[in-house]
């Protein structure tokens, strides 16, 4: 028994001590000496390494005597850390990658230490703000973060969505916290370059979201959703962005306090393949196959009138089925994907005997007409700002919505011929588009992705969209307008002289109208017999056939 107490002893006596020699603490004391801009209330900033599994104690020494309070920030890339006042302990330390605490300056700035717990040594910046005694307090009204007085934000992330949250501020003349409308709070957003994980680049957009007169110069509005201290933004994984908030006084003017900035990839960069929008095999053979498709489809679509209805269907199905299948069941990406592939076929199929059988111009490009409408309302969508409290009601967006997918689609079902290579060139032109986007990393796959999640997605309607546009997503936007005139043209020239619909093979009505397209005027003399001929003579072949 006391054999055992004792060794038990040891073994603690053995714990400390490594503790102790592993978690090195160095100190350091820093002079807050730099005066005060309205739009910059900065007293300190610089970087720090800080060597893995140890702790940093940071003194304050204050020599400004306007200031009444500051918060106390550590900013550091991927990998988190601890801070603390005095103890570690929970309601006195955070842990994340971007932290802060307050400290009232009266009787003494509390001295701050920072824990590295981390196999490896990070460089981190530090930043101290102060702010005098009319100032609101970041997160001091805060009731649902650990530490009492909490200025940091937090940013949460799924594949869908990011969500950022702050805790209220308080203003000063307020003790009781009961009137935290006479806050305005205010969110900015800022986007690093796509699929870039690099620190410095990182610490740079921290270094630009942290005083007032740069957030207003880098910084991008956020409005709000009826979330209050909370922001829900589109996710878009491997796209940087650095959040923050500003609390403003509504009685005085001339008060604010900025947060301390947080940002989310909306992946992990640590973890491999995380930062790639799809992750499983199907998706990319899918990705990798509709390049070719889309070609197709841009340039030979309308030559080729069976596989486009085939296509057409297979397009819209599969898109139906995908949204059905995923508001009814939780199922992985693959097995969705999988389940409206299938769908998508028999209704391509479907579609396609459909012409076969009836061989009605306007209602088979009719379909086609619809997708581009889709493609139309969707674009809106995305490039709508937040905030827009109407279509945050489901039964106002997706009326809206319908209504320009049907417009567009009736303007272009008017001249049948010209809409359906239109429509081979825009969608074709898409899909490339879809799939080059995937390997350059750019954003304009999420026009479609973000309709969607609107539609499956619980609560997406309070999402802020802002969806990020940098030099490649313009160069992508480009290739598509090139892809989709030339692909429009090319077709244009090569059915020159043409009939503007092949016939149907196994037409079941009597006859096809006849369209004056490349049957008179001058167009037809330039080759009339070339044109004709075959398809009289398949006409009757296979009319002789039926009858
Ligand atoms: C602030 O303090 C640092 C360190 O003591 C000193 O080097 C610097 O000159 C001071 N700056 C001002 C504006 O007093
Ligand atoms: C303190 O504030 C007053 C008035 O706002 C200003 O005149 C003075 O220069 C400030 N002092 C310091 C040390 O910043
Ligand atoms: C940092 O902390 C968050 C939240 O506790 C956790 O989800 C994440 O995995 C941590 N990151 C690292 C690199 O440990
Ligand atoms: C440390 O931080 C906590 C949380 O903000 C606060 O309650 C406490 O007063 C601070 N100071 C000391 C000396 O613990």
């Known amino acids: 028994m006391l054999l055992s107490v004792i060794k038990c002893k040891l073994v603690f006596v053995f714990i400390l001590f490594t503790v102790k020699s592993s978690n090195g603490l160095n100190a350091t004391t820093i002079v807050l000496n730099k005066t005060l801009t309205w739009e910059n209330k900065e007293l300190y900033n610089s970087f720090i390494i800080l060597k893995a599994n140890s702790t940093l104690q940071v003194n304050c020494v204050n020599e400004n005597l306007n200031i009444s309070f500051i918060t106390f920030q550590v900013h550091s890339h991927l990998y988190n850390i601890t801070l603390y006042n005095t103890t570690n302990v929970y309601g006195s330390s955070v842990y994340g990658t971007n932290v802060g605490l307050y400290s009232a300056v009266i009787p003494k700035i509390d001295t701050f230490f920072i824990m590295n717990q981390n196999e490896i040594d990070l460089r981190v910046h530090i930043s101290v703000h102060g702010y005098n005694k009319y100032d609101p307090i970041p997160g001091g009204c805060n009731m649902e973060f650990p530490v009492p007085i909490s200025p940091y934000l937090r940013a949460k992330y799924n594949t869908d969505y990011i969500l950022v949250d702050a805790a209220p501020a308080k203003d000063p003349i307020d003790d009781e916290c009961n009137t935290t409308d006479k806050l305005v709070m205010l969110f900015y957003k800022m986007y690093l370059p796509e699929q870039n994980f690099d620190p410095n680049v990182y610490f740079e957009g921290i270094r630009q979201m942290m005083t007032l007169e740069y957030i ?173 409290i109407a279509l945050e009601s489901d039964v106002n967006f997706w009326t809206l919505f319908i209504c320009i997918m049907l417009i567009t689609s009736l303007l272009l079902v008017s001249m049948t011929f010209l809409s359906n290579i239109l429509c081979c060139a825009i969608l074709g032109a898409y899909a490339v588009v879809y799939s080059m986007d995937y390997y350059l990393g750019s954003n304009l796959k999420y026009i479609i992705i973000n309709t969607i999640r609107r539609a499956v997605v619980p609560k997406f309607n309070r999402a802020v969209l802002s969806p990020p546009f940098e030099w490649n997503d313009s160069l992508i936007s480009l290739l598509w307008i090139a892809l989709v005139i030339s692909g429009f043209l090319f077709q244009h020239f090569h ?44 006409i009757t072949e296979r009319s002789a056939l039926l009858a």
């Open 495 to 538: 059915n020159y002289g043409r009939p503007p619909f092949p016939p149907p093979p196994r037409s079941v009505r009597p006859s096809m109208p006849r369209s004056m397209y490349g049957t008179t005027g001058p167009r037809s003399g330039r080759n009339p017999h070339i044109s004709r001929l075959p398809r009289s003579t398949v």
């Open 216 to 388: 207003q110069s880098y910084g991008e509005y956020v409005p709000d959703n009826g979330l209050h201290n909370r922001r829900m933004l589109s996710a878009y994984p491997g796209v940087g962005s650095i959040y923050v908030a500003i609390a403003f006084s509504a009685v005085n003017t001339s008060a604010y306090s900025v947060y301390v900035p947080t940002y989310s990839y909306a992946c992990d960069p640590l973890v491999d393949g995380d930062c790639e929008v799809f992750d499983d095999a199907l998706s990319q053979l899918i990705c990798a196959c509709l390049l070719f498709v889309g070609l197709f489809v841009c340039y030979f679509g309308h030559r080729f009138f069976k596989t486009e209805m085939f296509l057409i269907g297979l397009v819209s199905g599969g898109i139906v089925t995908y949204v059905l299948i995923a508001l009814m069941a939780d199922l992985t990406r693959p097995a969705l994907l999988g389940a409206s592939i299938l769908s998508g076929m028999c209704f391509g199929a479907i579609w396609l005997l459909f012409w076969w059988f009836y061989g009605i111009p306007v209602l088979a490009v009719f379909l086609a007409t619809l997708d581009v409408g889709f493609l139309f309302s969707a674009i809106i969508y995305y490039g709508l700002p937040g905030g827009l």
